[in-house]
Nanobody
């Protein structure tokens, strides 16, 4: 199983910015994809951004479009989530995920690998 290690969470005020990082122990497969899933207490799990590493194709959820950007660095086997104009609704535990074949933005897909999670807290 691929090991994913996240970093970069923290506490910010409304309107602030954070950058999350995730390093993977390996990349496997032509359709390998990675992304970020967040879970807030009392809310459904939400996939906020994904990237297919082979072609660099990215997608972000409507709830964060225009504020969050996902990027990759294949040489470092890493992805990043740049978050700006953060709002209290963005408060959640953010997990880095990966899959050998498929990373949907909708639904509750069971990704192959999960990181340990990094907390993002936005206060007003």
């Amino acid at each position: 199983q691929v090991e994913l290690v996240e970093s970069g969470g923290g506490s910010v005020q409304v309107g602030g910015s954070l950058r999350l990082s995730c390093a993977a122990s390996e990349y496997t497969g032509a359709n390998y994809c990675m992304g970020w899933v967040r879970q807030a207490p009392g809310k459904e799990r939400e996939t906020v951004a994904i990237v297919y590493l082979g072609g660099g194709i990215t997608s972000v959820a409507d709830s964060v479009k225009g504020r969050f950007t996902i990027s990759q660095d294949n040489a470092k086997k890493s992805i990043y989530l740049e978050m700006s104009n953060l709002q209290p609704d963005d408060t959640a535990l953010y997990y880095c995920v990966s899959d050998r074949n498929y990373c949907p933005l909708t639904g509750t897909h069971e990704f192959d690998s999960w990181g340990q999670g990094t907390q993002v807290t936005v206060s007003s």
